[in-house]
């Protein structure tokens, strides 16, 4: 009764494979033997001691992986053969596996973004993977952790890893254009500078205010000056506070001229 179950597919030649594996396995053995005896060997001589055709003994050596590096012979330039037939590395670079997935032709940047960062108007987002609206991690290899794209996209412009955030300015999560990303909040800039023993003001967590930032802040801030609690410019203070790494009330002490006057 049982042998009426249909097998699934390919189990009834199972029996088969295993015997021409156990057949390959034993050529194989013998294909060794008739190296070890000969190290010279070549594809050809071993097929004739074995009686059996070239290409099948190439098969056996490639399919059981027993080939060896050949000796090199004398005068021939490692060089020349890397030129004849170049070795595919191994690993696809980073950048190019990175822009590979990269869309640069995503959305423009919102008028709240331009209203804090005016100098990215007229450039598109760069978009990783297939949605704008979500960070993408990115592989960066066995062993190591994974990466945001954006951070990758930093990387890759800077060559370096920084320790701090990597922002947006134009608030897309998957844009990876440069020119759309900054380094760093207010706290995270903090935090590194007490780590590093930079901090000097008031215990640390103050930074120098310059009469070049006060004048672009009040230039930037107009609009939420003056209608502050129009939808639109509700945002611009705490933006700007983030793009000037300074707390949102000393953004306000600007703007309404309580300080720096
Ligand atoms: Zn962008």
Not at 22 to 45: C, F, M, S
Not at 113 to 136: F, H, M, N, Q, S
Not at 217 to 245: D, E, N, Q, Y
Request: hydrophobic fraction near 40%; glycine fraction near 10%.
């Amino acid at each position: 009764m049982s042998s009426s179950i249909p097998l699934p597919h390919g189990v009834g030649n199972l029996g088969d494979a295993a015997r021409r594996y156990r057949e390959k396995v034993e050529l194989g053995k013998k294909i060794i033997a008739v190296r070890e005896g000969n190290p010279d060997a070549t594809l050809q001589t071993i097929a004739d001691a074995l009686g059996l055709k070239r290409s099948r003994v190439r098969d056996l050596v490639v399919g059981l992986g027993i080939s060896r590096p050949r000796p090199r012979r004398g005068g021939r330039p490692r060089r020349a053969a890397a030129a004849a037939g170049p070795e595919r590395p191994r690993e696809v670079p980073l950048a190019e596996r990175f822009w590979s997935h990269v869309n640069k032709s995503g959305p423009m940047p919102s008028a709240e973004a331009l209203a804090v960062w005016p100098e990215i108007k007229g450039t598109p987002c760069w978009i990783y993977g297939e949605d704008p609206g979500k960070y993408r991690l990115v592989s960066l290899g066995p062993g190591q952790p994974n990466a945001g794209a954006h951070r990758v996209a930093w990387f890759l412009a800077t060559g370096k890893w920084t320790k701090l955030d990597v922002c947006h300015k134009c608030d897309v999560k998957a844009c990876v254009r440069p020119s759309h990303l900054f380094q760093g909040t207010h706290a995270a800039n903090m935090r590194d500078m007490r780590a590093k023993g930079r901090a000097k003001f008031f215990g640390g967590g103050h930074r120098k205010v310059t009469a070049e930032d006060v004048a672009e802040i009040r230039r930037l801030g107009a609009p939420w000056v003056r209608h502050p609690r129009r939808k639109g410019t509700i945002l611009l203070k705490k933006r700007l506070a983030v793009r000037f790494s300074l707390r949102p009330i000393t953004i306000w002490a600007i703007l309404n001229r309580r300080r720096w006057c």
